[in-house]
């Protein structure tokens, strides 16, 4: 998994509960991405980073806020879980640009009761 | 209108056999294609990336590219049970976010 690790792997929640989510890579890649993966929906961006505390929203952000306060550390935070946030989630990593083939870790398995 | 659609199938293809993979991007400035593949339970890993029209062949896998049709297509040669898994579709419109297909389930049957 190109050096990327992923905490916890799977977790089980209650609704309006927070939770964090943590990505950690080896690879002192620019970009770290966070995506869900929902039957029907695939792979779809929530936040991602182009640098330490440089941040940007993806296409479904809502409900969602990150941080990355190390170059290796990407966090994803949802600060009052909901029902429709069960999910997998993915980190990925690429390079130095936007359009730099992106590499997966191994997901997290999110389910809010 | 989807940024990328393919055929969720399934489809099934005899050992052997050539499969092939679909994808449409809306997009006529997307410059980076690529494809991977997904096991069950598992993340997605890359298998291609293609940036010109044409065909680009790495192993038994090839991937083609026509932007004028807006079209990539993956093809699997020779085909094993082990290819059996979705196969996602990425495009790349150029300075903006990956977008990914829904994906095509692909099962080899021996």
């Known amino acids: 998994d190109a050096g990327i690790t992923q905490s916890p792997r799977h977790k089980v929640t209650e609704t309006g509960t927070p939770v964090t989510l943590r990505c950690h890579q080896t690879?002192?890649?620019?970009?770290m991405y966070w995506y869900r993966q929902d039957p029907g929906h695939g792979l779809r961006l929530i936040h991602y980073?182009?640098?330490?505390?440089?941040?940007d929203k993806g296409e479904v952000s809502d409900g969602y806020s990150v941080s990355r306060s190390k170059t290796e550390d990407f966090l994803l935070t949802l600060e009052s879980a909901t029902s429709s946030q069960t999910s997998v989630y993915f980190c990925?990593?690429?390079?130095?640009?936007?359009?730099?083939?992106?590499?997966f870790g191994p997901g997290t398995r999110l389910t809010v009761l | 209108q989807k940024e990328v659609e393919q055929n969720s199938g399934p489809l099934s293809v005899p050992e052997g056999a050539i499969a092939s993979l679909n994808c449409t991007y809306s997009?006529?400035?997307?410059?980076?294609f690529f494809w991977y593949r997904q096991y069950s339970g598992k993340s997605p890993e890359l298998i291609m990336s293609?940036?010109?029209?044409g065909d680009k062949e790495d192993g038994r896998f090839t991937a083609q590219l026509n932007k004028a049709s807006q079209y990539v297509s993956l093809l699997i040669r020779d085909s094993q049970p082990s290819d059996s898994a979705t196969y996602l579709c990425?495009?790349?419109?150029?300075?903006?976010?990956?977008?990914f297909g829904t994906g095509t389930s692909l099962t080899v049957i021996p």
């Open positions: 990925a990593i690429s390079e130095s640009t936007l359009t730099d083939t992106q590499y």
């Open positions: 690879e002192n890649h620019r970009y």
């Open positions: 980073s182009y640098g330490v505390k440089d941040t």
């Open positions: 997009d006529r400035v997307s410059q980076s």
């Open positions: 293609i940036y010109s029209n």
């Open positions: 990425a495009v790349n419109p150029k300075g903006r976010q990956f977008y």
